[in-house]
């Protein structure tokens, strides 16, 4: 295949070969025109890596042993509102992260903010981040792939069956 990082998920568009997640993203987001503006990109570039500690933040809990898995989420469960304070009033009234224009930073967001919704719905239910994924998913593109067969969104797990919080969907 020729890839520089040989992993999953990779991506081959012509001579372009990556493997790297947020890589793959950022160029997504320059090939279809969904990169933030010059005067964003700090602000992207920012936000992107807070709702990336967040997702690794539960990751570290999923793969923890089962003696650190209590402390690992009664410590992040603590902060976790207060992260999600900021997040919300970062997004504002959006309708995006960045504003009236969406980027992928709104489609990592995404998928990063609804492993922590998953993790802790309570913290998540009802208030502006689970309008901010709702907001997203309900764009007509983005409902269409939510509510098709081709969503396996519904029944695979976020992490390995061998983490302590593989984050199985019937669970």
């Known amino acids: 295949m020729g890839l520089d990082f040989p992993n999953l998920p990779y991506l081959i568009d012509g001579e372009v070969k990556l493997t790297q997640s947020i890589a793959i993203m950022r160029y997504l ?47 992040f469960l603590r902060k976790l509102p207060k992260k999600l304070e900021e997040i919300a009033t970062f997004i504002g009234a959006g309708p995006f992260a960045l504003g009236d224009r969406i980027t992928y930073i709104d489609f990592l967001a995404v998928e990063y903010l609804g492993v922590v919704a998953h993790f802790s719905p309570k913290d998540v239910a009802g208030g502006p981040i689970a309008e901010y994924i709702q907001r997203i998913k309900s764009l007509p593109p983005l409902k269409k792939f939510f509510e098709s067969e081709d969503c396996t969104h519904n029944f695979y797990s976020i992490f390995a069956p061998i983490g302590s919080w593989p984050g199985w969907p019937n669970k």
Do not use: C, H, W
């Open 29 to 75: 987001g320059r090939k279809f025109g969904l990169s933030p503006s010059e005067a964003n990109i700090a602000k992207a570039d920012n936000f992107e890596q807070v709702v990336f500690d967040l997702r690794m933040g539960v990751a570290k809990i999923a793969y923890s042993n089962s003696d650190e898995y209590g402390e690992l989420r009664t410590d």
